[in-house]
């Protein structure tokens, strides 16, 4: 009688294809978590690219109409909160939609928004925008104005400051939009 060859893997095959995939995934891994967090800042990009576009498109429009601050901020939050999730924007690494708030209430604003919007004197653009943990991926969007009033004056500019994972601003992407 003839034997037959039995046909399949041998264990020192098996060993090796076990040992490429370890040598491949050692290689892989690491480079995932650098997709990803590529992936988060092209987010926060996005974002502040679309909040800039947007002002700069009406900067000129609320200046000439004398627009308050006040509406000023719940014009770019209305922008940018919905209902329809296709046209919200997202904190890319909290998952969290638009807010609005006051800069008295913004170092115990709770909540990881994707926007903060403040309306500010226009000497305190700058004191606003510290570094805080709780503003992680977010756009802080601070509305300056002449005055010194908050919300009830006309708009002078309107800065936005974009915050990394670990909530320090990041000061390539701050924007300063004027007419």
């Known amino acids: 009688?003839?034997?037959?060859?039995?046909?399949?893997?041998?264990?020192?095959?098996?060993?090796?294809?076990?040992?490429?995939?370890?040598?491949?995934?050692?290689?892989?891994?690491?480079?995932?978590?650098?997709?990803k967090t590529q992936s988060k800042?092209?987010?926060?990009?996005?974002?502040?690219?679309?909040?800039?576009?947007?002002?700069?498109?009406?900067?000129?429009?609320?200046?000439?109409?004398s627009t308050t601050t006040l509406n000023v901020a719940t014009e770019i939050r209305d922008s940018f909160t919905s209902t329809d999730d296709t046209k919200k924007a997202v904190n890319p690494y909290t998952s969290k939609s638009t807010s609005a708030t006051s800069a008295a209430a913004l170092?115990?604003?709770?909540?990881?928004?994707?926007?903060?919007?403040?309306?500010?004197?226009?000497?305190?653009?700058?004191?606003?925008a510290v570094n805080n943990s709780y503003l992680a991926g977010a756009i802080l969007v601070v509305i300056e104005n002449s005055d010194g009033a908050v919300g009830t004056v006309p708009i002078e500019a309107v800065h936005l400051y974009a915050y990394d994972q670990d909530g320090k601003v990041l000061s390539e992407k701050t924007v300063v939009v004027k007419p």
Request: hydrophobic share 45%; net charge neutral; glycine share 8%.
């Open 1 to 35: 009688m003839k034997r037959r060859k039995d046909s399949g893997f041998t264990l020192i095959e098996l060993m090796i294809v076990i040992a490429v995939i370890g040598i491949l995934a050692i290689v892989l891994v690491p480079k995932v978590g650098t997709v």
């Open 41 to 65: 800042t092209a987010g926060l990009d996005t974002n502040i690219r679309l909040v800039q576009g947007y002002c700069e498109s009406k900067i000129d429009k609320w200046i000439s109409k």
């Open 107 to 128: 170092p115990t604003v709770a909540g990881d928004y994707s926007i903060y919007i403040v309306n500010v004197p226009d000497d305190a653009p700058d004191t606003i």
